[in-house]
Antibody, heavy 124, light 107 residues
Framework: QVQLVESGGGLVKPGGSLRLSCVGS????????MNWIRQSPGKGLEWLSY????????FYADSVKDRFTISRDNAKNSLDLQMSGLSADDTGIYYC?????????????????WGQGTLVTVSS | DIQMTQSPSSLSASLGDRVTITCRAS??????LSWYQQQPGKAPKLLIY???RLESGVPSRFSANESGTDFTLTISGLQPEDFATYYC?????????FGRGTKLDIK
């Protein structure tokens, strides 16, 4: 079945770095764009970063630009998020999400599914 | 950045009720609007995409519509599994902003 599994979360000190990973299975990973989304404790959802299916296109939220780097390895069905300069505001559950959009005879057809998330805690 | 103003932030309803959640975009987003459902302790799950198209497997009691930059999600005949938090998201332009969520609980 379709699955995304994140890893790499944990406790990190302010100013520290962390690398999150996400591995996909059960679908054609290289056909999908990928996103990282964060959910801070008791708060809503914040989109962080996007990478296109080939890895050639990336976008970032202003809150993480120049601190976070998204990358993917389609040969390994994997997605990474390298995070640096972490602060307490970066604490939260980090989800990877896969997406694909097609136009069919019946109209738009979007796929979208998320991993279970990995918890990042930034604290001294 | 496009702001997604979602209302209400919380909603109490009874089994069998019909409820409507609204998201207003601060500018045009064409049809790049999705709705997600999040159960406690779980990842969000796509319910509706491209304004009004139901994701495969989503019950037909869920429906959605739009009027300009106002988008609505309606649940007709609430079932126990529908009590959750709902989010809208625009993917017209980055940053792909979410609404702040609507927590639907049992009255």
């Amino acid at each position: 079945q379709v699955q995304l599994v994140e890893s790499g979360g944990g406790l990190v000190k302010p100013g520290g770095s962390l690398r999150l990973s996400c591995v996909g299975s059960g679908f054609s990973f290289s056909d999908y764009y990928m996103n990282w989304i964060r959910q801070s404790p008791g708060k809503g959802l914040e989109w962080l970063s996007y990478i296109g299916s080939t890895g050639s296109t990336t976008f970032y939220a202003d809150s993480v630009k120049d601190r976070f780097t998204i990358s993917r390895d389609n040969a390994k069905n994997s997605l990474d998020l390298q995070m640096s300069g972490l602060s307490a505001d970066d604490t939260g559950i980090y989800y990877c999400a896969a997406g694909r959009r097609r136009i069919t005879r019946d109209g738009p057809d979007w796929d979208d599914f998320w991993g279970q998330g990995t918890l990042v805690t930034v604290s001294s | 950045d496009i702001q997604m103003t979602q209302s209400p932030s919380s909603l109490s309803a009874s089994l069998g009720d019909r409820v409507t959640i609204t998201c207003r975009a601060s500018q045009t987003i064409l049809n790049y609007l999705s709705w997600y459902q999040q159960q406690p302790g779980k990842a969000p799950k796509l319910l509706i995409y491209s304004v009004s198209r139901l994701e495969s497997g989503v019950p037909s009691r869920f429906s959605a519509n739009e009027s300009g930059t106002d988008f609505t999600l309606t649940i007709s005949g609430l079932q126990p599994e529908d009590f959750a938090t709902y989010y809208c998201q625009q993917t017209y332009s980055t940053p792909y902003t979410f609404g702040r969520g609507t927590k639907l609980d049992i009255k």
